[in-house]
């Protein structure tokens, strides 16, 4: 069996709407059929019914993301009904888990044309309830949050496994002694490059905004802020000695991204001249508590499976989960050119909507790439229970 060239044709996102934000009045259904068709819409040429399999990532899928979203949006987007759909979760690394899945289909002759991507609403995620163990309880019971983190946590795992998000990005600031200063440092970055690309037009070939909604741009870009409103903050999750604030992790967000993957004969019947290709990908697995450097790992397996180095690279996008966990994995990558990543701002600025994010770092590095003419890039991501997941692509 010969292995297949996959390519991406065209990489769409919404805008990332904050938490309760201009995005949160929207199903999260809603937004993944609308990246879907927006992505159709731009292969005119391609008969959509020729859409092989439809891959999306949601971390979430307890409110109306439930039962398989994949399809949802597949038939919200009016998609011939015979285009199947198939959600996956891989937590943080769910977009871009999609996307590899998609890749491998067609890689192996099983598709010729996908769609994957990712969506997410942590604004609608709901509260859910769990079944009494008896019947007709007395007491009272309680409601969890599934917008972000562990819940109904089995016994059986250690307690140093299951720590809060914001304590694991503490973990790593230690391991590293990475400070507030360099932390703050690193998120004003991510705010002014985010800016910086918005005002210069770089996202405007991916961004497609909701119809019917006023959000034109990444909600949670604070053009303005500034290492003294930084300082102000307090600490998260330590209250006492603690570096990890609301200004240096990535917030609570809402927004979808979708990806067009295509074998040779699917890039002819779309007329189009592909983003990128898919060359290698990889995921490994870390200790839980230390999810934040789960993608060290996972990077140099995927570029050791290229044949690639850290200086073949000319673009990396790294999930900025917290600057903490981005600083400690760039720590154990001394031999990376740091201005490199993550050139257009990165989650600390522009959001973290769990199950979107990985189709939108994959999207944006192909975009890149295309706007480059040639070179090699990455995307990446930490993902909570301790895994890291890479793609390589190449133009």
């Known amino acids: 069996m010969s292995?297949?060239?996959?390519?991406?044709?065209?990489?769409?996102?919404?805008?990332?709407?904050?938490?309760?934000?201009?995005?949160?009045?929207?199903?999260?259904?809603?937004?993944?059929?609308?990246?879907?068709?927006?992505?159709?819409?731009?292969?005119?040429?391609?008969?959509?019914?020729?859409?092989?399999?439809?891959?999306?990532?949601?971390?979430?899928?307890?409110g109306e993301d439930n039962r398989d979203v994949a399809r949802m949006a597949v038939l919200l987007a009016g998609l011939p009904?015979?285009?199947?759909?198939?959600?996956?979760?891989?937590?943080?690394?769910?977009?871009?888990?999609?996307?590899?899945?998609?890749?491998?289909?067609?890689?192996?002759?099983?598709?010729?044309?996908?769609?994957?991507?990712?969506?997410?609403?942590?604004?609608?995620?709901?509260?859910?309830?769990?079944?009494?163990?008896?019947?007709?309880?007395?007491?009272?019971q309680q409601l969890h949050s599934t917008t972000l983190g562990w819940r109904m946590t089995n016994p059986k795992m250690p307690a140093e496994w299951t720590v809060s998000l914001g304590e694991g990005a503490e973990l790593v600031a230690d391991k590293h002694g990475i400070t507030r200063e360099q932390q703050d440092t690193f998120a004003l970055a991510s705010h002014r490059k985010a800016a910086e690309a918005w005002a210069k037009g770089l996202y405007d070939d991916e961004v497609v905004p909701y119809p019917g909604v006023d959000l034109t741009r990444d909600e949670c870009i604070r053009d303005t802020t500034s290492m003294e409103a930084l300082a102000k903050l307090k600490p998260a999750f330590r209250p006492e000695g603690g570096t990890v604030t609301p200004g240096n992790s990535s917030p609570l967000n809402d927004g979808a991204a979708a990806l067009l993957l295509v074998d040779e004969d699917g890039l002819r019947e779309t007329g189009r001249e592909p983003l990128a290709r898919i060359r290698t990908s990889a995921v490994t697995g870390i200790e839980p508590q230390l999810f934040g450097l789960g993608p060290v790992a996972a990077v140099r397996r995927a570029l050791e499976k290229a044949g690639r180095s850290f200086a073949d690279l000319t673009t990396f996008e790294l999930n900025e989960a917290f600057a903490a966990q981005s600083l400690g994995c760039l720590a154990e990558w001394p031999e990376l050119d740091p201005d490199i990543v993550n050139p257009r701002g990165g989650a600390v600025a522009i959001g973290h909507p769990l199950g979107a994010s990985g189709a939108r770092l994959a999207g944006s590095v192909a975009h890149q790439l295309a706007a480059a003419g040639s070179g090699t890039g990455l995307a990446a991501l930490c993902i909570g229970v301790g895994q890291g997941l890479a793609l390589v692509l190449e133009r």
């Not at 390519?7 to 805008?15: E, G, L």
């Not at 059929?33 to 008969?47: E, G, K, T």
Request: glycine content about 10%; proline content about 7%; aromatic content about 4%.
């Open 3 to 62: 292995i297949r060239d996959v390519y991406i044709v065209d990489a769409v996102r919404t805008p990332i709407g904050k938490f309760g934000g201009a995005l949160a009045s929207v199903r999260p259904d809603d937004l993944a059929a609308h990246v879907v068709r927006a992505l159709v819409d731009r292969s005119p040429a391609l008969d959509p019914a020729r859409v092989d399999d439809v891959y999306f990532g949601d971390a979430n899928g307890a």
């Open 81 to 140: 009904v015979t285009v199947p759909g198939v959600t996956v979760n891989r937590l943080c690394g769910s977009g871009l888990e999609a996307v590899i899945q998609a890749a491998r289909a067609i890689a192996l002759g099983d598709a010729s044309v996908a769609i994957a991507g990712g969506v997410e609403s942590m604004s609608r995620a709901p509260w859910v309830l769990q079944k009494p163990e008896r019947a007709f309880p007395a007491g009272h």
